[in-house]
């Protein structure tokens, strides 16, 4: 294991798609640009979970077509973990048992925050702790439950309105709680070969995350913020620019841990305020110039436990 | 001229039995199906199953992932998931497990996914409660599950043989749950005769499902998001369709594992003094014993009374049933599961057979006895039940439903 790069530059990125047409996801979604570059990373031989989530119901369903060309398979919301324990036992067992061709397959989840972070967080743990290869937990994070109508996750940050946690009168913040990261809790397992975060920006990083998870020898979880323009409120065309804004305000920090190594992928130099990134969204709307500037503390008080972190080269858990 | 030489006298090995109890001896059977993915979760009495299945893996006896899980919801997605990709797998549990893990359960039926699991039946909780019931099985009744009920531990390791030949004929694609009287048939050992790997290599064939999980097979997108103008509701009638295909495939393959094992079984019903009976108990598993016991004394003293045993109650045998009870005075319903305010106060498998009984010609008296909350039952409570059952024919009964083993008076 190392860390490889697999796509140099956007020329190396290959011009299939195994997320392709028939979908209706919409206009600027994040999770389906994600799907994209996550499943072209993967490659044809690769077997996709999608546990219940937006990228469940926006995809397919219309005229019964399908947007994958690789095999997919449903999973109840909180059934990703185990599922893909079941897909993976199943072909490292036919192939030991020599009922099938002996190859490399990858199974890859891609679980909404709730899916992952939420309802089948017990299972998510679960299938991290055992030693299957080539097992990727992809954490698409939208941060909300966005195809029932924006409710809040365990990962809506923290000033978010969602329709569980509205700004009002007497609650003037909206979601009080602060957003899990799933990369830490991926982290927490013993073992765990590959963990990252990673956003839609830079793509080649999300790329070369998903080919060095799934090189890893053993499970492994990347946690992708992915803007998502009907929950955040935001313009379509901005989907990609306000990943970008949450790498360059600190929202976000990019980072991987290969075999209990930690390293920090990119630092904002210099960091921009965090209200470059929350005035492009309408879920922010209602916070104060107080408010943000009090999260923009937040982010520096976080930032500097990253950066201890990078000193050492193992997490320095900043909560 | 040379001398005939005697032909060797043809001697029939009899197969030798071993002491198991219900546990090990679906254990057993699910090593001899020769299944690769295994998910287990504890949770009493089913446990057993894969405490015996984990010792065999470990020592070497069989190959297969056994994977232990976090939860019964996770239990069940593992398998079916697995099974999707081509695997034969096993799983189960018991009472409130198997309520936790409902969702996992009934998407497997509607994906038509031959998954095996076992129930080891026990009472519902709130209070824990360890005693036999039905209710946790019977949960499953409506979901495109097969389920049969095992009479003894023999029966319980040869309908799980028979279970994975059903669940994987490209007729049926349908998961098959066998309910083990918790206790009863999961904790007592009796003498089994296992069934042979030879035996299991003719009757059982390597599954081979029609699309599976697999890039190798090329792109499918299973379980996609439907509107239900599209196909919802002939995806459901496709399941119910092969829920009334499995019939057919039940009976042929009872049929073949008589052929290899030489042991024979009733498809669906078996019935003891039945050919000439005035009254009839029906009820099924492990109690049978005793329900039949009680009405072979009966009828060492001039009663014409007899028993009817119910081998699945899905697909449920209806045509058979009526057959069987066709010309009976009264009949009554024993019983381990209920349905709380249900019509007259009766308890699930009288819903399903007074459900039958309305398309019968003469209708019989149909009582229903219900032993709930998983106190045992005696031979005595079975006597009294067969006692109330022949009163009936010519004293009306004053209630459907007799609750027994209640401390207080029901009957």
New interface residues.
């Given amino acids: 294991m190392s860390s490889q790069v697999a796509f140099r530059s956007v020329k190396e990125i290959p011009g299939v798609d195994y997320y392709t047409a028939g979908r209706r996801t919409c206009a600027g979604c994040g999770p389906a640009l994600g799907y994209r570059l996550i499943s072209k990373a993967a490659g044809p031989n690769t077997i996709f979970i999608g546990p219940t989530g937006c990228m469940y119901v926006a995809n397919a369903h219309q005229f019964l077509t399908s947007p994958y060309s690789v095999p997919w398979h449903h999973t109840q919301l909180g059934g990703g973990g185990a599922a893909a324990i079941g897909v993976a036992s199943a072909l490292r067992t036919l192939m030991l048992k020599g009922k099938r061709k002996l190859e490399d397959i990858n199974v890859v989840v891609m679980g909404g925050d709730g899916a992952m972070a939420d309802i089948g967080f017990s299972g998510l743990s679960m299938g991290l702790s055992y030693d299957y290869q080539r097992l990727l937990y992809v954490v698409y994070d939208n941060e909300a439950y966005m195809n029932t109508g924006v409710q809040a996750s365990s990962t809506t940050p923290w000033g978010a309105t969602t329709t569980f946690t509205p700004a009002g009168k007497v609650k003037p913040i909206g979601n009080t709680r602060l957003k899990k990261n799933m990369a830490l809790v991926a982290a927490a397992h013993p073992k765990v070969k590959y963990v990252a975060t990673a956003t839609l920006w830079p793509p080649l990083d999300l790329m070369n995350k998903v080919q060095r998870a799934l090189n890893s020898g053993g499970p492994s979880l990347i946690h992708v913020l992915l803007p998502c323009p009907k929950g955040w409120f935001s313009s379509p065309a901005d989907t990609v620019n306000l990943s970008r804004l949450a790498i360059e305000t600190g929202m976000w920090a990019l980072w991987e841990q290969i075999e209990g190594h930690f390293k920090l992928n990119y630092r904002p130099k210099p960091r921009k305020h965090v209200r470059e990134y929350l005035t492009l969204q309408g879920r922010f709307s209602h916070l104060k110039e107080e408010d943000m500037d009090k999260l923009d503390k937040m982010i520096e008080e976080e930032w500097v436990f990253w950066e201890e972190s990078a000193k050492v080269g193992r997490l320095v858990v900043p909560y | 001229m040379s001398a005939i030489k005697p032909m060797p006298p043809i001697t029939i090995e009899k197969p030798k039995a071993k002491v198991w109890n219900g546990a090990r001896a679906i254990a057993e059977a699910v090593k001899i199906a020769d299944v690769?993915?295994i998910?287990a979760y504890p949770i009493r009495p089913y446990t057993g199953i894969m405490n015996a299945l984990a010792s065999m893996i470990a020592n070497g006896e069989f190959?297969?992932?056994i994977?232990v899980?976090?939860?019964e919801?996770?239990?069940f997605?593992?398998?079916?998931?697995?099974?999707?990709?081509?695997?034969r797998?096993f799983a189960g549990s018991s009472g409130v497990g198997l309520a936790f893990a409902a969702?996992?359960i009934i998407?497997t039926a509607l994906s038509q996914l031959p998954v095996v699991a076992a129930i080891g039946t026990r009472a519902l909780d709130d209070p824990g409660n360890f005693g036999m019931e039905w209710s946790d099985a019977l949960m499953f009744r409506d979901f495109g599950w097969l389920i049969s009920w095992a009479k003894t531990v023999q029966e319980a390791s040869d309908m799980t043989l028979v279970a994975y030949r059903v669940a994987e004929d490209r007729r049926v694609l349908l998961p098959h749950f066998i309910a083990l009287d918790g206790a009863a048939i999961t904790h007592v050992a009796t003498p089994v005769v296992p069934v042979t790997k030879e035996q299991a290599t003719n009757f059982l064939p390597?599954y081979r499902p029609p699309y599976k999980?697999?890039?190798?097979?090329?792109?499918?997108?299973?379980?996609?998001?439907?509107?239900p103008s599209?196909?919802g509701p002939e995806q459901r009638k496709a399941v119910d369709v092969a829920t009334k295909r499995a019939k057919q495939v039940i009976v042929e393959a009872w049929k073949d594992f008589a052929k290899y094992t030489g042991r024979e079984y009733p498809p669906f019903i078996e019935t003891t003094g039945m050919e000439d009976a005035e009254f009839a108990l029906v009820s099924m598993g492990a109690y049978m014993k005793d329900i039949e016991l009680v009405a072979d004394r009966l009828r060492k003293k001039g009663m014409k009374i007899g028993t009817v045993r119910l081998r699945y109650v899905r697909p449920f045998p209806a045509e058979e049933l009526l057959k069987v009870l066709d010309g009976v005075k009264a009949a009554g319903v024993i019983e381990f599961g209920y349905s709380f305010g249900s019509p007259f106060g009766t308890g699930s498998l009288y819903h399903e057979v007074a459900t039958t009984l309305y398309e019968a010609g003469s209708k019989p008296e149909l009582l229903d006895f219900l032993f709930l909350g998983g106190r045992e039952p005696t031979v005595e409570h079975f006597t009294q039940v067969a006692e109330k059952v022949m009163e009936s024919a010519h004293k009306k009964p004053q209630k459907k439903a007799y609750w027994l083993t209640l401390r207080g008076e029901d009957i």
């Avoid at chain 2, 890039?215 to 299973?222: D, W």
Wanted: net charge negative; hydrophobic share 50%.
């Fill in positions: 690769d993915v998910a190959t297969a992932d994977i899980a976090d939860s919801h996770s239990q997605e593992i398998v079916k998931h697995a099974s999707a990709v081509g695997a797998v969702e996992a998407v390597p999980l697999d890039p190798a097979e090329g792109p499918i997108t299973k379980a996609q998001h439907i509107a599209l196909i």
